[in-house]
């Protein structure tokens, strides 16, 4: 097995990416995951010049609105379509020269940077679907500097597609809006989706303290964020 991946369920689950990168991309581009993208990074607000690491970016998205605030972000998936796709992208413009963003390709579970190397360190919709999810985690703070912050977008266990259609029907999403949250919600059915007490516990196993915990998106989704201790 491939040091990218953990399982031939890992495997199974890149490839599926990997085929429907373009579709992925169009998906996360715009509508209400777009609204929500735009929520967390508006929650986080990194100052310029942070030094940000995007785990399991995909497209790049996020990465994007970071750079856009001056961030020197880097951006890490397995995915070499997406990948691909992400680095097509024209170079942001920021009020900051220092604004940048590149894009690596390395599994969540081992990532090939230093340890204390960033400011903030994110994960949407990833610790949700990964194999691992705790050892993603693990990873993520020892790459973040004492005193920095890691923080995860992922479902609350309310999450499912009876909920999600009902959270549609009272916004008037339109038909394709629906679709792609109502796919959200069944991968979310098929994976993981945390209570409270099991994202706070899940958070404080892989060495984080001081937790703000958010629901969004009417209650489906968890906007979560730690920090990495400063000392002993």
């Known amino acids: 097995m491939s040091p990218l991946w953990n399982s031939p369920r890992d495997w199974f689950r890149w490839f599926v990416f990997e085929i429907g990168a373009g579709y992925y991309t169009e998906k996360l581009a715009s509508g209400p995951e777009a609204e929500l993208r735009a929520e967390f990074d508006a929650w986080l607000a990194p100052a310029a010049g942070a030094r940000v690491l995007d785990v399991g970016c995909g497209p790049g998205h996020l990465a994007r609105l970071f750079a856009l605030r001056g961030c020197c972000v880097t951006g890490v998936d397995r995915g070499r379509r997406l990948l691909r796709l992400a680095r097509r992208w024209p170079a942001p413009r920021s009020e900051s020269a ?13 990532l090939p ?38 923080a995860t977008l992922d479902p609350h266990a309310s999450m499912d ?3 999600v259609r009902d959270y549609c029907e009272r916004r008037r999403l339109g038909p394709q809006d629906t679709r792609k949250l109502l796919t959200w919600a069944i991968a979310s059915e098929r994976c993981l989706r945390f209570e409270e007490h099991e994202l706070r516990a899940l958070l404080a196993d892989a060495g984080l303290a001081s937790f703000e915990l958010e629901r969004r998106m009417a209650g489906l989704v968890w906007f979560a964020r730690g920090r990495k201790p400063a000392g002993p």
């Open 161 to 163: 597609r009876h909920s």
């Open 113 to 150: 940077f230093s340890e204390n190397s960033f400011d903030l360190v994110t994960a949407t919709t990833v610790v949700y679907f990964v194999a691992k999810p705790a050892a993603v985690l693990r990873e993520m703070v020892r790459v973040t500097r004492p005193g920095g912050i890691v």
């Open 98 to 110: 220092a604004g940048s963003a590149e894009f690596l390709r390395a599994p969540a579970e081992r």
